[in-house]
């Protein structure tokens, strides 16, 4: 064991308090931007990338402020990470739990991909973009402005010099 006092506290091995420390996942407080309180285990938060960085850095110490994700967002993906803590979950239940997840209006699929692009949360972010990408599988250009509520800013002109650059992206 390191017995360096730089290694250690109160003459305890750093190897121990990590051990004590693993049994027993600590709580941390996070902040959504709409000012509500989270308590979380530690092993849930910490599926955050973001989150996880600032717990190894030592700034996890009070409330952690997530201004980039509201309260509802928030909620939805803490319920994701609860249920990717635990890796013995069985595969197909994972995938059932992630279908049913994922089966929320755009909006809330707008949000979820934001925050777990701010969280760097890979896996979330990976299955909502890919319910992004089956939204838009098979759709037609003018489909896919209805459904994300894009406005067409191209004058017809231009509309035409694309699809003559892009041929292939409109060939079915």
């Given at each position: ?160 010099e694309i699809r003559k650059e892009n041929l292939w992206a409109f060939e079915e």
């Amino acid at each position: 064991a390191i017995q360096s006092s730089r290694f250690s506290c109160v003459g305890f091995p750093l190897a121990y308090i990590f051990l004590a420390c693993k049994k027993k996942s600590m709580a941390l407080k996070l902040k959504s931007s709409d000012n509500k309180i989270f308590e979380v285990e530690e092993l849930v938060a910490v599926q955050s990338e973001t989150i996880k960085s600032l717990v190894e850095d030592g700034c996890a110490n009070n409330v952690i402020p997530l201004p980039n994700v509201d309260s509802k967002t928030l909620e939805l993906v803490l319920d994701w990470c609860k249920n990717h803590v635990d890796v013995k979950l069985d595969e197909e239940k994972l995938k059932e739990y992630e279908d049913k997840f994922i089966e929320v209006d755009l909006a809330v699929l707008y949000d979820l991909l934001m925050a777990a692009n701010y969280l760097n949360i890979k896996d979330l972010l990976n299955r909502a973009s890919q319910k992004v990408a089956d939204m838009l599988k098979g759709k037609k250009p003018e489909q896919i402005r209805e459904t994300f509520n894009i406005v067409n800013d191209f004058s017809p002109e231009e509309e035409e010099e694309i699809r003559k650059e892009n041929l292939w992206a409109f060939e079915e």
